[in-house]
């Protein structure tokens, strides 16, 4: 209508551009990056990560990956890195998995005390390289339960927590062990990893996520759980006293609007969406949706190769 103002900008419809991209990394110190559709796709690399990260490190960025994902330790993590052809340290790795077993062992957990854990090798690692002694895990996905007369289920009353993340393993089994230590053991804590609905666990398609075995034991024991990774601000709080950066010089780059974009947002970070995993861009303008990023952009290459133009 001729005459009638420009319509505003929302916030979420700011691409990034060549001179919002070289005004970002002068911005910022630190690049935290999610990893699944982030970095890579089940265990297939994203086009272009290896060369832009290594520019990044070039210009003299910090790079740190923090990933919902509790299936590998940081240990597993770095050696999927390597296979990738991506140099990336165990140092600089934070997973879901490490952040249960930093908070067990900030929070001063007794280690004679044991920890239930619905997940897989990754937790498990995590917390017994903390000094925990765990049940569970994997080896609890091979047992059956059978429903007859009289049946008594039994569980360790020692088990003073109970950590739940990404179990392909789940079953019957392990849900009524997790529901009893946490029921009947008094003071149990029940420690979620993260709340995902979906993974992209292969290129091809998105699989259901933590958030499907913690809504499980939330229902069977009608508590909510303790979160301790994205957008749980534990994860963040322990970033910044490893490393000593503000958050304001820190940029949460991810692909999902409720755990890293959020997170980066709780935690006084710069934003940077990338389209390449979980969020659509139909998703992200959506009216319906309320997190909006700083930026949003394809694949994290675009930073680098629009910071040329």
Known sequence: MAGSAAPELKHCDRPLCSVS???????????????????????????????????????????????????K???????????????????????SSFAAAMFLKLNK????????VIGEEGILEELEEAGFSCLG????????????????????????????????????????YATLCIRENPGCLFIATNRDAVGHLTDLQEWPG??????????????????????????????????QIS??????V??????????????GCKTLLVLSGVTSLSALHDPANNIHPDYYTSTISDILELSKL
């Not at 060369?51 to 990044?56: I, K, N």
């Not at 609890?140 to 020692?158: E, M, T, Y």
């Not at 958050?247 to 949460?252: D, G, V």
């Open 21 to 71: 991209a070289r005004g970002l990394i002068d911005s910022v110190d630190a690049f935290l990056f999610d990893c699944d559709g982030v970095i890579w796709k089940g265990d297939e690399l994203i086009q272009g990560v290896p060369q832009s990260l290594q520019l990044l490190r070039d210009m003299g960025k910090k790079l740190i990956f923090v990933t919902n994902n509790s299936t």
């Open 73 to 95: 330790s940081r240990k597993q993590y770095a050696k999927k890195f390597l296979e990738l052809g991506v140099d990336v340290t165990e140092s600089e790795i934070f997973s």
């Open 109 to 116: 957990y007794p280690c004679d005390r044991k920890v239930y």
């Open 137 to 176: 895990g994997p080896e609890d996905g091979k047992k059956n339960i059978v429903l007859k007369s009289n049946f008594r289920f039994d569980h360790d009353n020692n088990v003073g927590a109970v950590v739940v993340g990404l179990d392909q393993y789940i079953n019957y089994y392990k849900l009524q």
């Open 210 to 243: 933590a958030g499907c075995m913690v809504a499980a034991i939330c229902g069977s024991t009608q508590k909510e759980p303790i979160v301790v990774g994205k957008p749980s601000t534990f994860m963040m709080d322990f970033l910044i006293e490893r490393f």
């Open 247 to 252: 958050t304001s010089r820190m940029c949460m």
């Open 254 to 267: 991810g692909d999902r609007l409720d755990t890293d974009i959020l997170f980066g947002q709780n935690a």
